[in-house]
T-cell receptor, first 115, second 110 residues
Framework: DTEVTQTPKHLVMGMTNKKSLKCEQH?????MYWYKQKAKKPPELMFV???????INESVPSRFSPECPNSSLLNLHLHALQPEDSALYLC??????????????FGPGTRLTVT | LAKTTQPISMDSYEGQEVNITCSHN???????ITWYQQFPSQGPRFIIQ???TKVTNEVASLFIPADRKSSTLSLPRVSLSDTAVYYC???????????FGQGTELSVKP
């Protein structure tokens, strides 16, 4: 199974709402990532988890809160978002081996619209 | 982190070979070069990765000169379904941090 699944596929939320994005993989990968992608732009790294611990936070605003409850799951909790946060949110996973870079497997993304 | 530069767009015709070159002048000794493909409203998909010389798999080849300051992704005999955005990345081995460049939008015409 080389699939990364993300739910929901689409999400519309108001600026006062609280919602969560979910990501799951069963490839035994111990690194998981959140990216944000605006239209016609490359994906931008937000967070990296390695062995369920947050290892990289790319200065993301606190209205985005990641969580890695176990090695297969990754959540992104959203609160008080702004319209400019509307984007495709991508989850990815990979092996973790120091000194090299392994391919990342991406999910299909969640299309988020903030109204 | 090494920055990459690639053409914004390229056009090709079915059956042709397409070569997309990426510049990464300040690549570090431990960095790998990786290419991803992305279709609209989908996550990127890994194509190929290399460190030096030439790497080939079932879908593409990657050519890296000795100085490693550039790399070329070669797609043999493209089809309409190869129309996508192609990203060149130079990988930081510390923590798996990958920075996507602006990408090359490839359009394959009949």
């Amino acid at each position: 199974d080389t699939e990364v699944t993300q739910t929901p596929k689409h999400l519309v939320m108001g600026m006062t709402n609280k919602k969560s994005l979910k990501c799951e993989q069963h490839m035994g990968h111990r690194a998981m990532y959140w990216y944000k992608q605006k239209a016609k732009k490359p994906p931008e790294l937000m967070f990296v988890y390695s062995y369920e611990k947050l290892s990289i936070n790319e200065s993301v605003p606190s209205r985005f809160s990641p969580e890695c409850p176990n090695s297969s799951l990754l959540n992104l909790h959203l609160h008080a978002l702004q319209p400019e946060d509307s984007a495709l949110y991508l989850c990815a996973s990979s092996q973790v081996v120091s000194g090299t870079v392994y391919e990342q497997y991406f999910g299909p993304g969640t299309r988020l619209t903030v109204t | 982190l090494a920055k990459t530069t690639q053409p914004i767009s390229m056009d090709s015709y079915e059956g042709q070979e397409v070569n997309i070159t990426c510049s990464h002048n300040n690549i570090a000794t431990n960095d790998y070069i990786t290419w991803y493909q992305q279709f609209p409203s989908q996550g990127p998909r890994f194509i190929i990765q290399g460190y030096k010389t030439k790497v080939t798999n079932e879908v593409a080849s990657l050519f890296i000169p000795a100085d490693r300051k550039s790399s070329t992704l070669s797609l043999p005999r493209v089809s309409l379904s190869d129309t996508a955005v192609y990203y060149c990345l130079v990988g930081d081995p510390n923590g798996g941090k990958l920075i996507f460049g602006q990408g090359t939008e490839l359009s394959v015409k009949p």
